[in-house]
């Protein structure tokens, strides 16, 4: 690839880099006015994203602008640390994500989901004390249970439903209970559960308790968990061959601006 060329890509690509890293960043900054605790847990991650982004990216360009080959370095060794971080990351991520899948229940559209399943990794992580709490007080607030019975009107209906894995798992008892369903939010708790699963005990039907507490609450976020980290670790493959060769392209150019300056 010519002088030219080269350092002509490399300086568009980062300056639309820089764009995005802005957006992110202001992304960011509405996320921590937002008043959800729970989005504002990602609020530190993605301004850090945003401003790596942003400093890695001017780099580039000031180096690409100037044909200056320190800048162009710099800009090598820190994208090449990128592209371990996210190799490493993106194999971790199917590692995690291999275990879990969920359990056929006759008479039901959705699956259920059980905690053992899944990697020792999330197993860790969703019965720290600390974590769950956080977690739990997020699945209160959000509408995932309260707006069963507004979805689902008849108890044909929320029969016939396909519910998501956290409220096949958060909202309504296992299966293995028995408990009949009145409607998409009340169950008979004054049947005698037929299994010995203690989350049959700690199902209520108030709006802040429902089965909160269970393992198989666990299992549904644990399952939205590995869901979402596989688009995520997709997303990064794709991301990984992209910036490969924006690599391929960053040595390029700064051969070419070596070249220059020694002539």
């Not at 909160?212 to 990064?236: H, L, P």
């Amino acid at each position: 690839m010519g002088s030219g060329a080269s350092t002509f890509v490399i300086r568009w690509i980062n300056f639309l880099t820089m764009i995005i890293a802005i957006a992110v960043i202001c992304f960011g900054v509405w996320m921590s006015t937002h008043h959800d605790n729970c989005r504002k847990t990602l609020t530190l991650p993605v301004l850090g994203l945003g401003a790596i982004i942003l400093f890695i990216s001017l780099i580039g360009f000031l180096g690409a602008l100037k044909n200056v080959s320190f800048l162009l370095w710099v800009y090598l060794v820190m994208l090449c640390l990128i592209l371990v971080a996210i190799l490493v990351f993106t194999v971790l991520a199917f590692i995690v994500t291999n275990n879990g899948s969920g359990h056929t229940v006759t008479g039901l559209r959705y699956k259920e989901y059980q905690l053992q399943d899944y990697h020792s990794w999330f197993l860790k992580q969703l019965n720290n004390t600390r974590n769950w709490k956080h977690l739990k007080g997020c699945l209160v607030k959000s509408e995932d249970c309260n707006n069963l019975p507004k979805k689902y009107k008849t108890l044909k209906e929320y029969k016939q439903a396909k519910l998501t894995p956290i409220e096949a798992g958060c909202c309504r008892p296992p299966s293995e209970c028995g408990y009949p369903a009145v409607n998409a939010s009340y169950y008979d708790l004054s049947f005698h559960p037929i299994s010995t699963n203690n989350d049959c005990k700690l199902y209520k039907n108030s709006k802040s308790i429902k089965c909160y507490n269970c393992d198989s609450c666990k299992a549904g976020v644990a399952q939205y968990m590995k869901t979402e980290w596989r688009i995520v670790a997709i997303f990064n493959v794709i991301l990984f061959v992209v910036l490969s060769m924006v690599y391929f392209v960053a040595c390029c150019a700064r051969r070419n601006a070596a070249r220059s300056r020694s002539k």
